[in-house]
């Protein structure tokens, strides 16, 4: 087995997929209500 090979390793990359996913989509809806509110504030 040469080294620095991870064998079977789909479910972390599926997981590393799922939290980038989920950190960026909690970052653009943060985003999009703090903008709203500022330009309600104006």
């Given at each position: 087995m040469p080294?620095?090979?991870i064998y079977g390793g789909w479910s972390f990359v599926?997981?590393?997929?799922?939290?980038t996913a989920t950190g960026l989509t909690v970052y653009a809806w943060s985003l999009f209500f703090r903008l709203r509110r500022?330009?309600?504030e104006e």
């Open positions: 080294e620095g090979v599926i997981a590393a997929y799922a939290i500022l330009r309600e």
